[in-house]
């Protein structure tokens, strides 16, 4: 199981003060490669997102992964909703606007996923989404010394 540092953790909790975000939360992909699942989640109101696991292709977070590029959700962006209602994640933590960045710690193919989010309505900025890119890229390096057993955990 992967092990997160003090250093992944003050990049996710540096990162929702720095975007006044209401959550930040980190999910890697598991062994199979068929699922990703929540390891971290900074501002979450409960620890049930450690047990939310999802597709690539599935949702905010993993829509992401599979098109390798940021994906926002927002009530002021139409075709949103589908997203947000597919991220067990945002409905258990009641965010209606939350940005996701796939990263890779391995240089190819994402097999990680930032996201942050709020509990509001609201549109991140280009600002807030260029300062969660950066993160989202440091997780990977922060992520790539660690060897695979470590990275990728034994799916029960």
């Given amino acids: 199981m992967l092990q997160i540092t ?8 540096q990162l ?13 992909m598991s062994k199979s490669g068929g699922k990703l699942h929540w390891y971290y989640a900074s501002g979450s109101r409960n620890n049930r997102y450690r047990l939310i696991s999802f597709k690539v292709g599935h949702g905010i977070a993993g829509m992401a992964v599979r098109l390798g590029r940021t994906v926002t959700v927002s009530a002021l962006i139409s075709g949103s909703i589908r997203l ?6 945002m409905l258990a933590e009641q965010l209606h606007s939350a940005v996701a960045i796939p990263f ?8 990680g996923v930032l996201l942050v989010g709020n509990r509001e309505v609201r549109t ?5 989404v260029a300062k ?20 990728i955990f034994e799916e029960n």
């Fill in 6 to 13: 003090d250093e992944m953790r003050n990049e996710l909790n």
């Fill in 16 to 28: 929702r003060d720095h975007v006044y975000g209401d959550l930040t939360a980190l999910a890697f």
């Fill in 84 to 89: 947000r209602q597919e991220c067990a994640l």
């Fill in 104 to 111: 890779s710690s391995t240089g190819d193919l994402p097999n």
């Fill in 124 to 128: 991140f900025t280009e600002s807030d």
């Fill in 132 to 151: 969660a890119t950066q993160v989202a890229h440091r997780l990977g390096q922060l992520c790539a010394p660690l060897s695979l057993h470590r990275l």
